[in-house]
Nanobody
């Protein structure tokens, strides 16, 4: 079955950096777009950034532009999210997701990794 396993979260001070990873298995990775979402306490899950199957196109929400970078290594079936200049409001559970390019939705989700930013 399809599995997406996130890692790399943790507790970091404001201004710090983290790199999240999401390892995929059970799917043809290079045929799926990959996205990162996050959910803060008391809020709905929100879309953060996505990357197309070949890694040539990315889409960022405005509030993360310049601080977040998504990338993928199709040889390793892994997608990454590099985060710089972390802010307390970035505190959330970060989820990766996979979906076919022809649909707007995502079909597969990871279990999430907690990112906590202290001020």
């Amino acid at each position: 079955q399809v599995q997406l396993v996130e890692s790399g979260g943790g507790l970091v001070q404001a201004g710090g950096s983290l790199r999240l990873s999401c390892a995929a298995s059970g799917l043809t990775f290079d045929e799926h777009k990959m996205g990162w979402f996050r959910q803060s306490p008391g809020k709905e899950r929100e879309f953060v950034v996505a990357i197309n199957p070949t890694g040539t196109t990315t889409y960022y929400r405005d509030f993360v532009k310049g601080r977040f970078t998504i990338s993928r290594d199709n040889a390793k079936n892994t997608v990454y999210l590099q985060i710089h200049s972390l802010k307390p409001e970035d505190t959330a559970v970060y989820y990766c997701a996979a979906g076919v390019l022809t649909a707007a939705s995502y079909d597969y989700w990871g279990q999430g990794t907690q990112v906590t930013v202290s001020s």
